[in-house]
C-alpha cells in the first residue's frame, strides 16, 4: 500500500475506532472507571442485575398483613421506625439479618430520589428516642453506626441500602403500619426456645485438609451443614445460626463470638479429619471437646460429643473413635457455651471418603448431628 493510502487508512481507522468508544462510554451505565466499577454518564454507579445478598444473611420480604404499634411493641420495646412519606411509593422492601456482623440492613428497590436521610431513622429503646447520627457513646442508643448507599439502577430508579450496626445482637422483625416501616428488635433469648449454632469449618482461602483425590475439607463440612440446615429448618422450637452458609473465610472470633453473644445453647463445628498414614489407619468418627464449663447450662462439653459421637458414627456406619480434649484450640478454649467440633470421618481414607464425597453420605452425617442436638436439648 502507497504512504498516502495507508495514512488515509489509519486516519480512518482512528475516527472509526473513537466513535465505537463514545457509543459505549454514553450507553446507559457503560462508563468504566479505572477501578472497573460501571457508573452513568453523571458518574453514578450503576447497581448490575439485583444479586441475592450474602448467604449468611437471611431475607425477609416486608409483611404483607399490617400490624400495629402496639403488637410491635409487645414483641420488643426496642425497635427502630422509617417513615412512609421518605420511601417511594411502590418500592420493594426487604430485611436483611447479616447476624455474624450484627447488622441488619433494610434495602429499598425503586426510589425515585437518590438522598435518603439518616434524620429519617427513629431508634426507641425502653421509652428513649434517637434520631439522626449514632451516637456510640451513649450507651441507651441501640445503634453502633448507619451507613446509606444509593445507587441508580438500569431503569434509571434508585436503589437504597440502609445498614445499622447495632451494638448487639438482635433477631430482627420488619413491620407495616399505615405510616411507617417498623424493625423489631428482640434479644433471641427471649423469643426462641432453643439456639444452637452450627459451623463449617474452614472456607475461602482456608481449605482445611485435602483428600488424595484433591477434595477440599472445607467444601464437604458446608455440604453437611447445607443437608443439616434442611433438617433444622422444619423444627418449630430450635432456632439455628449458621456462621457461613458460602465459601468464605470467617475468623475464628466471629464464629465463637456469635454463639457466645447468642448464648446459644449448643455450638457445634463440622469438620473432616485427615491423617498422614494414608488409606489404612485411622478411619472413623471423633469427638472433640474442653474441660472448660460452659456458663448457664448443666450440660458439659464432654458430655455434648460423647452424644454427637454416638450419633453420628450409628449413621454413618463408622467406628468411634471416642472423644478428645483439645484444649488449644480457639473454638474449645474460648465458648462460653457448650461446645464440640465433630469430625465426621477422615479424608485420608478411602472407605471415609467414600461417604464423605457423596450425597447420600453427607445426609447420614447430618442425620446423626440433627439427631444428637436433639439429645443434647432433651
Not at 61 to 83: A, G
Not at 114 to 139: Q, S, T, V
Not at 198 to 209: K, L, P, R
Not at 263 to 292: M, Q, T, W
Request: some cysteine; overall charge positive.
Amino acid at each position: 500500500m502507497k504512504e498516502k493510502k495507508w495514512q488515509k487508512f489509519t486516519v480512518q481507522s482512528v475516527i472509526l475506532l473513537a466513535v465505537v468508544l463514545a457509543v459505549s462510554i454514553f450507553q446507559q451505565g457503560g462508563l468504566v472507571r479505572e477501578s472497573g466499577k460501571r457508573v452513568m454518564a453523571d458518574g453514578t454507579a450503576v447497581l448490575e442485575e439485583t444479586k441475592e445478598p450474602e448467604e449468611i444473611q437471611e431475607v425477609q420480604s416486608v409483611k404483607s398483613v399490617k400490624s400495629d404499634i402496639t403488637h410491635i411493641k409487645k414483641r420488643s420495646s426496642t425497635y427502630i421506625e422509617i417513615q412512609k412519606s421518605m420511601i417511594t411509593t411502590g418500592a420493594g422492601i426487604y430485611l436483611y439479618d447479616n447476624y455474624i456482623n450484627s447488622e441488619v440492613c433494610m434495602v429499598i428497590d425503586g426510589m425515585t430520589q437518590k438522598n435518603f436521610l439518616k434524620n429519617g431513622i427513629i431508634r426507641y429503646n425502653r421509652g428513649d428516642k434517637f434520631i439522626g447520627n449514632a451516637n456510640y457513646k451513649n450507651k441507651q442508643d441501640i445503634v453502633e453506626s448507619i451507613d446509606i448507599i444509593s445507587a441508580k439502577t438500569k431503569d434509571g430508579l434508585y436503589k437504597t441500602e440502609v445498614k445499622i450496626k447495632t451494638k448487639r445482637l438482635y433477631a430482627p422483625e420488619l413491620y407495616e403500619t399505615d405510616d411507617s416501616y417498623y424493625i423489631s428488635l428482640a434479644v433471641p433469648k427471649n423469643i426462641y426456645d432453643k439456639i444452637v449454632v452450627i459451623d463449617a469449618g474452614h472456607g475461602g482461602i482456608d481449605e482445611g485438609t485435602k483428600s488424595f483425590r484433591g477434595h477440599y475439607e472445607k467444601d464437604y463440612n458446608l455440604m453437611v451443614l447445607k443437608e443439616l440446615k434442611n433438617l433444622l429448618d422444619t423444627s418449630d422450637n430450635i432456632k439455628a445460626y449458621y456462621t457461613r452458609l458460602s465459601d468464605e473465610k470467617v475468623s475464628k472470633v466471629a464464629r465463637t463470638s456469635l454463639a457466645n453473644n447468642l448464648d446459644a445453647d449448643l455450638f457445634i463445628s463440622i469438620h473432616c479429619n485427615s491423617s498422614e498414614y494414608g488409606n489404612g489407619e485411622p478411619y472413623g468418627v471423633e469427638a472433640l471437646y474442653s474441660k472448660r464449663k460452659p456458663r448457664n447450662s448443666r450440660l458439659e462439653n464432654k458430655k455434648l460429643a460423647e452424644i454427637l459421637l454416638d450419633n453420628v458414627a450409628e449413621k454413618v456406619n463408622s467406628k468411634k473413635r471416642g472423644v478428645i480434649r483439645r484444649e488449644g484450640l480457639y473454638i474449645m478454649h474460648h465458648s462460653k457455651v457448650p461446645a464440640s467440633i465433630i469430625e465426621i470421618g477422615y479424608m485420608s481414607n478411602k472407605s471415609d471418603l467414600k461417604y464423605i464425597i457423596k450425597k447420600s453420605g453427607q445426609k447420614k452425617a447430618a442425620e446423626g448431628i440433627y439427631n444428637g442436638i436433639l439429645e443434647a436439648l432433651g
